[in-house]
């Protein structure tokens, strides 16, 4: 596709199951980033790849929180042991050049996925 | 980190300019400033982003302080579909991190 795609749009899970969520980037985009937004506030950053790697997973809130990027393109983020406090919109984007560039930073986002712990 | 500060709420009329502030006080020099917003239920959208000197693309305009301490995004003719929140956000290395941004009401 065109864009960002994010899979699924919305998810409701229950207090404690396992969650997987996917991030199809804009193809050939290097660098993919993670972000969750709760509700009134701006998104909030997770992790960071360049390529295969994650090279800032700083914003991680804790060890229940995993993300993937096997092949440098499609990311999954992971939650364990789900939590009411999870529940947020889980917005992903990529971006067609490292950092540090002259045209660095436009990132194109995804319409997020809704997730919703009961 | 560095931060940005911005008023929480802001309101137009529609057709009339509207001039978002800025201010970023601990700006490095590397820092570019970036400029984003988000329409109801949709992921954040890129506007436009600067280093020193003022831009200007379709959709806006960056007014750059000489300082860099501050910046203003422009919308030089508000339309109803331009109310949003609006972010403000420094970028000098890989992370982007946004705040809690304007939120932009315009009124008809």
């Known amino acids: 596709g065109a864009g960002v795609s994010q899979t699924p749009s919305n998810k409701v899970t229950e207090k404690g199951k396992y969650v997987e969520l996917r991030c199809d980037p804009i193809?050939?985009?290097?660098?993919l980033y993670w972000y969750r937004q709760s509700l009134g506030q701006g998104p909030e950053f997770l992790i960071y790849?360049?390529?295969?790697?994650?090279?800032?997973d700083s914003g991680l809130p804790n060890d229940r929180f995993f993300a993937v990027r096997p092949e440098g393109s499609v990311s999954t983020l992971k939650i364990q042991r789900t939590e009411r406090g999870d529940s947020a919109v889980y917005l992903c984007?990529?971006?067609?050049?490292?950092?540090?560039?002259?045209?660095?930073?436009?990132?194109?986002f995804g319409e997020g996925s809704r997730l919703t712990v009961l | 980190d560095a931060k940005t500060t911005q008023p929480n709420s802001m309101e137009s009329n529609e057709e009339e300019p509207v001039h978002l502030p800025c201010n970023h006080s601990?700006?490095?020099?590397?820092?570019?400033i970036h400029w984003y917003r988000q329409l109801p239920s949709q992921g954040p959208e890129y506007v436009i982003h600067?280093?020193?000197s003022n831009v200007n693309n379709r959709m806006a305009s960056l007014a750059i302080a000489e300082d860099r301490k501050s910046s203003t995004l422009i919308l030089h003719r508000a339309t109803l579909r331009d109310a949003a929140v609006y972010y403000c956000?420094?970028?000098?290395?890989?992370?982007?991190?946004f705040g809690a941004g304007t939120r932009l009401t315009v009124k008809p």
């Open positions: 601990t700006i490095s020099g590397t820092d570019y």
């Open positions: 600067g280093l020193t």
């Open positions: 956000i420094l970028h000098g290395g890989h992370d982007m991190r």
């Open positions: 790849f360049q390529g295969t790697g994650a090279a800032d």
């Open positions: 984007a990529s971006s067609p050049s490292p950092p540090g560039g002259p045209n660095t930073g436009e990132l194109f």
């Open positions: 193809s050939g985009h290097t660098a």
